[in-house]
């Protein structure tokens, strides 16, 4: 019984351990940085070209901090609005080494999956597969409350305004990006587990000029 008792106490502890290996604590986003509006609303543009370097850990805190980020945590609001505040966004990160949802509370990721999975986002543009990182937008109905014609139309514009946070802060802090709806939806369900009511909207490759 004290072997078994052991065993279990050592399985748990390591189960615990992977499972926290698995999520990234990011450095906090900063507060200052890059261009002025006005600055980052002339300077945006789409681009097809990305440079192969990596973001660091503080580019893609300030990238999803952007995106999704939480910026009144008194009040659990994020620097995208969504309908009723339903927050029904969520934002997921691909780059050669796998894929991990961004964790806005605790300004984490979260891997869900290994590998480069970058292809399953480009699908048919090539181009899209240099880019170091790229940002999947999915909505979650389950979260909306609502699947209706109404609601998935509103979901869209949601998803419409984390792609156009993503925009200016590119445009603001000096990387290039750009807004897509072309991606293997099917396969990246299958990827991600993710169920019926669950739906990738929009994707925004993002890195350095090239």
């Not at 979260?110 to 999947?136: C, E, F, N, Y």
Request: glycine share 6%; net charge positive; charged share 25%.
């Amino acid at each position: 019984m004290k072997k078994l008792f052991v065993s279990m106490v050592l399985a748990t502890l390591l189960c615990s351990s992977l499972s926290m290996a698995q999520v990234q604590k990011l450095p906090a986003p900063s507060k200052s940085l890059g261009k002025n509006v006005m600055e980052a609303l002339w300077s945006r543009s789409s681009s097809t070209e990305f440079s192969d370097k990596m973001l660091s850990d503080q580019d893609l805190s300030n990238l999803l901090f952007a995106a999704i980020g939480v910026n009144r945590p008194s009040e659990g609001k994020l620097t995208s609005p969504t309908a009723r505040n339903f927050q029904e966004i969520r934002v997921f990160v691909f780059t050669a080494k796998g894929v991990s949802e961004y964790l806005n509370k605790e300004n984490a990721l979260k891997q869900v999956a290994k590998g480069d999975h970058r292809g399953l986002i480009a699908d048919r543009q090539d181009w899209a597969k240099t880019a170091p990182v790229s940002l999947l937008i999915v909505a979650d109905e389950k979260k909306f409350g609502s699947s209706d014609s109404k609601a998935k139309v509103t979901m869209g514009i949601d998803a419409g305004i984390v792609s156009e946070n993503i925009n200016i802060f590119c445009a603001g802090a000096g990387f290039v990006t750009r807004p897509r709806m072309t991606m293997d939806i099917p396969a990246i369900k299958k990827l991600l587990k993710l169920s019926d009511t669950e739906t990738p909207l929009l994707n925004n490759p993002v890195g350095f000029a090239k």
